[in-house]
């Protein structure tokens, strides 16, 4: 398990795009990264808000 906000953003990220392919590290250390990449570009990053994406964040990232 990777922690509730992981997987509350992958919900959100598969209502959204049901096809998406999300992967997490679940190996020690983890750095408490997230980021979205979307037709290899990175459109989100934890590291840069200092937070995980809402809903509607997730959704204006990824129909852009």
Do not use: M, W
């Not at 906000?5 to 983890?30: L, Q, T």
């Amino acid at each position: 398990k990777l922690g509730p906000e992981f997987d509350r953003v992958s919900k959100d990220i598969k209502e959204i795009f049901p096809h998406a392919i999300i992967n997490g590290n679940k190996n020690e250390p983890r750095t408490g990264a997230f980021e979205i990449t979307a037709n290899n570009k990175l459109i989100y990053s934890k590291f840069q808000t200092n937070n995980f994406p809402t809903k509607d964040e997730i959704r204006a990232l990824l129909n852009d």
